[in-house]
């Protein structure tokens, strides 16, 4: 992989076929390189654990990749379980931690029921819509969500929407504003953002939104 293909992120539930088909070529070689936490960032870690200590019921890791964001939440005491879409990420998911409950499903269509969730994690599981389709797991996310549930998403920062070649397939990167201004269409308060920058070969930003999902008057 490029250097661009190696970063502590889980780019797991995707959005349409090609994206879906691109990482099922590849699912053995990114479990193998970024399927455990040791390749996370630190702040990532405190970041998603301090989120997660902080919701009440049970967490859905959308786009859950290898699964070990799943199993970390698992490992912290939380009711939390993983879907993905492509199938070569949920078998070796359920290889990697059998005691962790994982499926395939698309994020864009959820099979939860409504008001399931008291957290929803998408880190990294968006980038790969376009502007035009973002907001359709958005919906997914506040419909399966509790009434005042907590939404974190990680996602690359620039400062518009931006396409770019990731090693994968086209992802896009996001203004903290602009994904702000989505989220609050599909019906979430930002509660918090968070940038940061690491150091080359990767010098791409990454950013963190907190939001809560706002109940339905």
């Given amino acids: 992989m490029s250097s661009e293909s190696v970063s ?14 691109s990482y099922s070529r590849r699912a053995t070689e990114y479990a193998e390189r970024l399927g455990s936490m040791t390749s996370v960032h630190p702040a990532d870690v405190h ?8 919701v009440t019921g049970p967490l859905l890791d959308a786009g859950c990749g290898p ?22 990420f949920i078998e070796l998911a359920g290889t990697a931690h059998p005691d962790v409950p994982f499926a395939t499903g698309n994020i864009d269509a959820l099979d939860e029921p409504d008001d399931t969730y008291g957290g929803v994690l998408a880190w990294y599981s968006l980038i790969h819509h376009e502007p035009e389709t973002i907001h359709r797991p958005l919906g997914e996310f506040a419909r399966v969500l509790r009434p005042g549930g907590r939404l974190l998403i990680g996602f690359f920062v620039a400062d518009d929407v931006e396409p770019f070649d990731h090693a994968v397939v086209t992802a896009y990167q996001w203004s903290t504003s602009e994904l702000g201004r989505v989220l609050d269409a599909a019906g979430f308060d930002v509660e918090e953002t968070h940038t940061r920058t690491v150091p080359a070969p990767r010098p791409r930003p990454h950013g963190a939104i907190l939001a809560r999902v706002r109940p339905v008057s």
């Fill in 47 to 54: 970041l998603v654990s301090e989120w997660a200590a902080g």
């Fill in 8 to 21: 502590d992120r889980g780019y797991g539930l995707l959005m349409g076929p090609d994206v879906a088909n």
């Fill in 67 to 88: 699964g070990h964001w799943t199993a970390h939440l698992r490992q912290l005491g939380h009711d939390a379980r993983g879907v993905d879409q492509v199938p070569g």
